[in-house]
């Protein structure tokens, strides 16, 4: 199971978290386990059997006995509660110092299952997965990190649109070069690890972060439009499939520097010839054309300076007078 999967079941708004929180307010501890095979039932020693729908009432309510709770595999139903669970001390080590959260990260390790631990003392929420340790934060530091990175996102975004308008000019000038293009492609790689750090916050936010999500969603579609657009303009330049391939096993720091994307386009590169755009790209920014209208003039004039060079005379009988002046319009204005 990921991380994301794992703050999805324990995002805001949901019985669980609820409960959590509850607990947490009350100054309870708890160790609630999923109980994904029969074998973990044989450390398991004592308590009463509740078969009770998970809910924030029942679950806060048990947290007041000592033992452990148990419920099902997918945190739906309570299966038993106050549990004394002993999981292999002598075999399964534990960096943990409590004897519920030492319980908790054993009893995760040994049948590779979700165990949460919720302490006392600092009312810290744990979650023990395999040998995987995820600390809950609070809504308040959600919100925080969730503003920030935020930020970051829309401050790289503000920079992609500065080189995309950069690479509009180029394009028209057919003087579009290599480093245009991975500039590009950089920056895209950038916000697509800051989008995924928000990501993780916006999951655990649950409903909380509905709003912040679309604003997410409506910069990275804007970005993933332009990267697909420039794609289907230089496809015959470059072997992107292979390329997409490299980018995804770069780490953030081989992202920084550009010379790492110089090799990987440099090795994937089909032919020496001129960087000339088809013109998809920048003709999807006229509203008036249609899908069908785009990919008409580019199979007919294989280039966006053709475009520019025709007159519009000659340009309408393919298009329609309408549509041939805002081409016009629009490609004058660079």
């Not at 409960?19 to 386990?33: E, H, N, Q, T, V």
């Not at 299966?79 to 399964?92: E, F, S």
């Not at 604003?215 to 015959?236: P, R, V």
């Amino acid at each position: 199971m990921e991380k994301k999967e794992v703050l999805k079941i324990f995002a805001y708004g949901s019985e669980l978290r609820n409960a959590i929180d509850k607990m947490s307010r009350a100054g309870r501890g708890a160790i609630i386990i999923s109980v994904n095979t029969p074998r973990l039932k044989k450390i398991c020693s004592g308590g009463f059997g509740i078969n009770h729908l998970l809910t924030e009432e029942k679950l806060a309510e048990l947290s007041k006995l000592d033992g452990a709770i148990l419920v099902d595999r997918d945190f739906k139903k309570i299966l038993y509660a106050n549990v004394l669970v002993t999981p292999d001390i002598k075999k399964i080590h534990s960096d943990e110092t409590g004897t519920r959260h030492q319980a908790a990260e054993r009893t995760a390790k040994q049948f590779e299952t979700l165990v949460l631990a919720v302490s006392e003392k600092t009312k810290m929420a744990t979650i023990y997965y395999k040998n995987k340790k995820l600390k809950l934060s609070t809504l308040n530091e959600l919100f925080t990190k969730t503003g920030d990175a935020l930020k970051t996102l829309e401050k790289h975004e503000e920079i992609f649109k500065e080189l995309i308008k950069k690479f509009d000019v180029s394009e028209i000038l057919e003087l579009v070069t290599l480093e245009d293009i991975v500039l590009i492609f950089q920056r895209k790689k950038i916000i697509d690890f800051v989008a995924e750090t928000l990501s993780m916050y916006l999951t655990e936010l649950g409903k909380e972060g509905k709003l912040i999500g679309l604003q997410m969603k409506e910069a990275i579609n804007f970005i993933d439009k332009e990267i697909n657009l420039m794609i289907q303009d230089y496809n015959e330049y470059f072997n992107f499939d292979a390329i997409q391939k490299d980018l995804e096993k770069l780490q953030y720091d081989e992202v920084i520097e550009k010379e790492n994307l110089f090799k990987i386009f440099l090795s994937k590169r089909k032919n020496e010839e001129p960087l000339i755009p088809k013109g998809s790209r920048i003709l999807k920014n006229i509203p008036i054309l249609s899908e069908e209208n785009i990919s008409q003039l580019v199979s007919e004039f294989h280039s966006l300076k053709k475009l520019t060079l025709i007159e519009q005379e000659d340009l309408k009988k393919f298009i329609g007078e309408r549509k041939a002046k805002a081409i016009r319009e629009y490609l004058l204005k660079f």
